[in-house]
């Protein structure tokens, strides 16, 4: 079964505004990921949250983390068209050898 | 020159039929894994691999084996085919030993069986 689901499961935004997707999850965690896939290729790793970790930044991308309410956020500040793609989060689960993937969220930036 | 590499990268082929999708790395990581994609379900774990001897079932492994040859050469094998293995395959790599973390994906095997 899936370990985090995404939230929303598509996004449309014009270029320029922010996006916010959100991340759900059932258990605890040693981390959080968020990968960014272009249609049909293969997954590229964008960020790594910790769990003793609540806010992360890494260019335009912010994400956080809520172990309490076991959710997390990725927000894109000044989308682009070249960031039209499906984002993944993955949680590395406490005990567990492998990350859970989500379901995605399917971000379109319109020029 | 890519990381992981995947061969090949488009395979159609018919119920029944025996079927191997390569994967290599150039990355060093000691740690491999298969993963599919079927529309709407995310990815999902096959097998894993954390060194050449180590080789662990992941959530659906039925109908699919592995064979680690050697640290950069990780292989998936569908004995015999069916119409519901149709998806894309994805190779992975990792080191937890490095940052920034995250796995590595291979570009992906597009597998149709008819």
């Known amino acids: 079964s899936q370990q985090g689901e995404e939230d929303p499961q598509a996004l449309s935004i014009q270029e320029g505004e922010n996006a916010t997707m959100n991340c759900s999850y059932k258990t605890s965690i040693n981390n959080l990921q968020w990968y960014r896939q272009n249609s049909g290729r293969g997954l590229v790793h964008l960020i790594l949250i910790r769990s003793n970790e609540r806010e992360k930044h890494s260019g335009r991308l912010r994400v956080t983390l809520d172990t309490s309410k076991k959710s997390s956020s990725l927000l894109i500040t000044a989308s682009r068209a070249a960031d039209t793609a499906s984002y993944f989060c993955a949680t590395d689960k406490t005990g567990a050898n492998n990350l859970f993937f989500g379901t995605g969220t399917r971000l379109t930036v319109i020029p | 020159d890519a990381d992981v590499t995947q061969t090949p990268r488009n395979r159609i082929t018919k119920t029944g039929k025996r079927i191997m999708l390569e994967c290599s790395q150039t990355?060093?990581?000691?740690?491999m894994y298969w993963y599919r994609q079927d529309p709407g379900l995310g990815l999902r774990l096959i097998y894993y691999?954390?060194?050449?001897?180590?080789?662990n079932k992941g959530e659906i492994s039925d109908g699919y084996s592995v064979s680690r040859q050697a640290q950069a050469k990780f292989s998936l094998s569908l004995e015999s085919a069916i119409p519901n293995q149709t998806a894309l395959y994805f190779c992975?790599?990792?080191?937890?030993?490095?940052?920034?973390?995250?796995?590595?994906f291979g570009p992906g095997t597009r597998l149709t069986v008819l």
């Open positions: 691999s954390f060194d050449v001897k180590d080789i």
């Open positions: 990355k060093g990581h000691d740690r």
């Open positions: 992975a790599t990792s080191d937890p030993g490095q940052a920034p973390g995250g796995q590595y």
